[in-house]
């Protein structure tokens, strides 16, 4: 059997719409992430499960988006931790490229993530064969998967502008 695995990013917060770097800090939805966490749950109604980050933006969005099934919060799933720079405003974290093996001071580097993701894979792939697993975290996240199951090397996601779209789809 195979799993198929949805991802998706956390709904919009205030710190998006203001520049600001969350990292492992909670983050609030804004008036438009609640609207948009509304319409995730309307595009992925039939999964068998949810897993998200356990910081308060994901969180809330899988709430908002009441799906009516199992919802598990995995802090392996948290957005990288930009350590001395959570909070801080998202042009303090370029070159991104250059934290792909390097840690942000006090905190981690995107390599960090990748291996907390292929651990968090590792489960799922274990205990949800056959299941659809929708996974709502953060974008480093998705770059992790990218590497993990599409093949790209991190540095060239990191230097990749991000396009959000509504999902990616994965088979594991």
């Known amino acids: ?3 198929q695995l949805i991802y998706e990013t956390h709904s919009t917060t ?7 770097a969350t990292g492992w800090l909670p983050g609030e939805l804004s008036e438009r ?7 995730l749950g309307e595009r992925r ?8 980050s356990d910081l308060r933006r994901a ?10 099934v199992p919802h598990f919060q ?37 390599s960090d993530v990748v291996e907390l993701t292929r651990s968090f894979l590792d489960d799922i792939k274990r205990w949800y064969d056959g299941a659809v697993v929708l996974v709502v975290a953060h ?9 993990l199951l599409g093949g790209r090397p991190m540095e060239e996601l990191l ?5 959000w779209q509504p999902g990616w789809e994965y088979v594991l």
């Open 74 to 110: 995995d802090w392996r799933l948290r957005e990288c931790n930009y350590g001395e720079l959570n909070g801080a405003p998202r042009g303090a974290l370029d070159p991104r490229v250059e934290r792909a093996r390097t840690a942000f001071p006090g905190g981690q580097s995107y």
């Open 59 to 68: 969180v809330r969005t899988v709430e908002l988006a009441e799906l009516g």
């Open 14 to 20: 205030f710190d998006n719409e203001n520049g600001i």
């Open 139 to 147: 974008a480093a996240n998705r770059l992790a998967l990218e590497h």
């Open 45 to 52: 109604r039939g999964v068998d499960v949810v897993f998200s």
């Open 1 to 3: 059997m195979t799993t």
């Open 33 to 39: 992430g609640h609207q948009e966490s509304v319409e």
């Open 159 to 163: 230097a990749s502008p991000f396009d």
